[in-house]
Each structure stands twice: as C-alpha cells, then as structure tokens.
C-alpha cells in the first residue's frame, strides 16, 4: 500500500479530441497512415540528453490543478530519469519494470533537509504503475510490452500524430480510461493520462509536455542546503 501511495504522489504527471481509426490499415496507404507499431517503433527520444517538461495533474482530493517543471533524459544505464525543479526539487527514475522517488525531507533533528529515496516494482495491475510502465515502453520502442495491457490505436494529420492506448483490463479500467501519446514527426510531445468522471469531464488527469530544443533553465533550480546523512 506505501508503495502505491509514493507511486501514485509522483504522478503528479491535450485533451484528445481526435477520433481514433479502427481495424486494419490500408497497406496502401501504410506511408499516410502508419500503425501504432510503426509509430512507437519510429520515435527518436535522443539518449544523454536534457529535455525540457512541464506537467500537469488535476488533483482529484482538492480538486486543482498541480504543475511541475523540469528536465528528463533517457539514459542507457539508468532508464528514464525526470528531475523535477519547481516548484520543489526531486528525482523519478523509471528503469527495468521500476521505479524510484528521490526527494528532500525535512531533517526533524537539524535545519536542514535530508534526501529520501523510495523504490517499487511497477505492478501492470495497478492504474498508477501502469501509466508508468507504459511510458517506460514506449521511450523503449517496446509495442509488444503496450499491446499486453492496451488496446491501441492511432491517427495522423501531416507530420503529427497520436496514439490512444485503452486499457483491457476491466479492474484497471474503473481507475484508468486511455492514455494518449501524441509529438510530430519522430519526436514525442505530449502525454496525458485520464480518467472519466462519467459527466463528459475528468475526474484525474495528468499530462506531460515534452519541449525539444528548449534548453534547461538553471536559473529555475531551487538551490536548496541538503543534508545526505
């Protein structure tokens, strides 16, 4: 249960208004309208490099909406690594079917602040680790890792595009409606998780946009005294 919990709090992570195209595509027309396959295949998330996100999350208990800043990067060792600026700084690794939340606690016995880190394995059963599993998947290039928990589909429009994952799993449904992934071209620009409120809006959304070639603000990173004992 603590292990969800810390899971779910860092999800602290383009409302699709595209209709998604069923059954199979045209092989003639493979070269305009590529399939979710091709597409996760195609993507080009450049390694050892800083990008720029921004995340959104509507939290469902205070009902607002939350924002983060930051950079990630993919690394060959580590996986994913996000590292979040501001409004106060931690880190979230995602690597290898897990997960870790570093993050600053204040130190009850001195001033100062202590880091604290906490690990889980992603469990696909559960929404909040799935949303993270198939965000590791899919920097991955791994369709078949998505098409175990998902049902997808895409749609294009000249160089964009977009992927609708919804999942199959009825337990994780009444938590997790869809999944979108959508950029332009072989760059990833967006994500967003959603969950339906059953009136035509979200109960819980959290959306992450992914900004190429903007380089990182440092004068944004809270300099902050951290005790590591």
Excluded at 6 to 29: E, T
Excluded at 58 to 87: C, D, W, Y
């Amino acid at each position: 249960m603590r292990a969800c919990r810390f899971v779910c709090s860092l999800l602290l992570l383009w409302g699709a208004a595209w209709a998604p195209s069923h059954g199979s595509p045209d092989p003639g027309s493979a070269a305009n309208e590529p399939t979710p396959q091709h597409l996760i295949r195609s993507l080009s998330f450049p390694l050892e490099t800083e990008v720029v996100f921004e995340q959104s999350q509507l939290n469902p208990l205070f009902k607002r909406v939350t924002h983060q800043q930051g950079v990630m990067l993919k690394s060959a060792e580590q996986g994913l690594i996000m590292r979040v600026t501001a409004p106060r700084p931690e880190e979230r690794r995602i690597h290898k079917g897990a997960v870790s939340l570093t993050r600053e606690v204040r130190n009850r016995h001195t001033s100062g602040y202590r880091l604290v880190t906490q690990r889980a394995q992603l469990d696909p059963h559960k929404p909040s680790h799935l949303v993270l599993r198939a965000l590791e998947a899919l920097l991955n290039g791994q369709h078949e890792v998505l098409q175990q928990y998902f049902e997808l589909t895409a749609q294009t429009q000249d160089e964009s595009w977009q992927i609708r994952l919804e999942p199959t799993d009825p337990a994780v449904q009444t938590q997790l409606s869809r999944l979108w992934f959508s950029g332009s071209g072989e760059q990833l620009l967006n994500f967003r998780s959603e969950r339906d409120d059953g009136k035509g809006g979200f109960s819980h959304f959290l959306e992450v946009r992914i900004q190429p070639g903007v380089q990182p603000d440092t004068a944004s990173e809270t300099a902050t005294e951290i005790e590591t004992g």
